[in-house]
């Protein structure tokens, strides 16, 4: 999947559903309330099992020892609790990709890094039909934030392909300037390195997109598994999700039994499931139940 579309929705399904439940930090809700933004970019940044568990042991003492937050703080706090919740999605759906492309994701990545852009495409198709799937189910078709409707219209003409290539050029600009403000000085090849050993290739195509999104092929979504396995309305976390997207007041004793293993049938519920009960372990550490953070490691 892309980075962006499905982590987010994976990231506000169980993040909406966090806020009604009472097992979730009330001080976790308000960060992930006041902070969102800082919260989604840590949704859709890698590495969290190297600076998650840093971030949380940290701000766990600083909370304790002062009680009060600068809106720095409150910003690297909402980082690392998006980062939990980026976790859940890659663990649930890279296999998926392996089994359903039939490819090594971390070799395919790896060469991808290395300049073999075609080592993703059994990938690409996979994760558009996925993604537009979410758009359509979490983000109800882009009328639901931070998306809108506009987001796939087709936009065939030199000028809005222009626009289209000047934008991803200033992306990966954007990725080079946020790497950090201050490079090595006395050693940028260095710092080169690590900036291109960090950067994730920027793979996805938006006519692959665009095209899915207008002429979906119904022997590619059965092939795919989109409305069996990787998301199926039926499943009440998802049933759950989508009513409090809506407003609607959920009973505690409902959504725990949503969260039941073996009460959903598909990937995109297994993997809000996880994105909850990994709130719930994170506010076992902070208050002190357990001195170990939950595990964010895909291994």
């Known amino acids: 999947m892309s980075d962006l579309i499905t982590h987010w929705a994976v990231y506000d399904d169980a993040a909406r559903l966090a806020a009604l439940d009472a097992r979730v ?80 994701w971390n070799k395919a990545h790896h060469l991808a890094q290395a300049g073999h852009a075609d080592s993703l495409a059994p990938h690409r198709e996979i994760s558009a039909y996925y993604d537009l799937e979410v758009f359509k189910k979490v983000y109800l078709n882009g009328e639901a934030e931070p998306f809108t409707r506009f987001l796939l219209e087709r936009n065939s003409t030199s000028g809005g392909q222009a626009l289209e290539a000047f934008m991803r050029a200033m992306f990966h600009r954007a990725t080079l300037s946020a790497h950090t403000y201050r490079p090595i000085r006395n050693d940028i090849e260095a710092w080169l390195d690590g900036l291109f050993d960090a950067m994730q290739p920027l793979y996805l195509q938006i006519e692959l997109y665009t095209r899915i999104w207008e002429n979906p092929d119904p022997q590619k979504i059965a092939e795919y598994e989109v409305e069996t396995s990787f ?7 998802l049933q759950l999700a989508r009513a409090a997207q809506a407003g609607q007041s959920i009973e505690q004793n409902a959504l725990d039994a949503a969260l039941e293993i073996g009460a959903n049938q598909s990937n995109f519920a297994e ?29």
């Open 231 to 237: 998301y199926r309305d039926s499943d009440p976390l």
């Open 25 to 104: 930090s009330p001080f976790f809700l308000e960060i992930l309330r006041d902070d969102a933004e800082s919260a989604r970019i840590g949704a859709v940044t890698r590495w969290g099992k190297i600076w998650v568990s840093q971030l949380l042991h940290k701000y766990r003492d600083l909370h304790r020892e002062n009680g009060e937050f600068s809106p720095r703080d409150r910003q690297k706090l909402a980082f690392a609790l998006g980062g939990l919740l980026h976790y859940p999605a890659d663990f649930v759906f890279k296999p998926v990709f392996s089994r359903l492309a039939n490819f090594d």
């Open 271 to 299: 993997a809000v499931r996880l994105g909850v009960l990994v709130l719930r372990e994170a506010t076992d550490f902070w208050n002190g139940q357990t001195d170990t953070p939950p595990d964010v490691s895909q291994g």
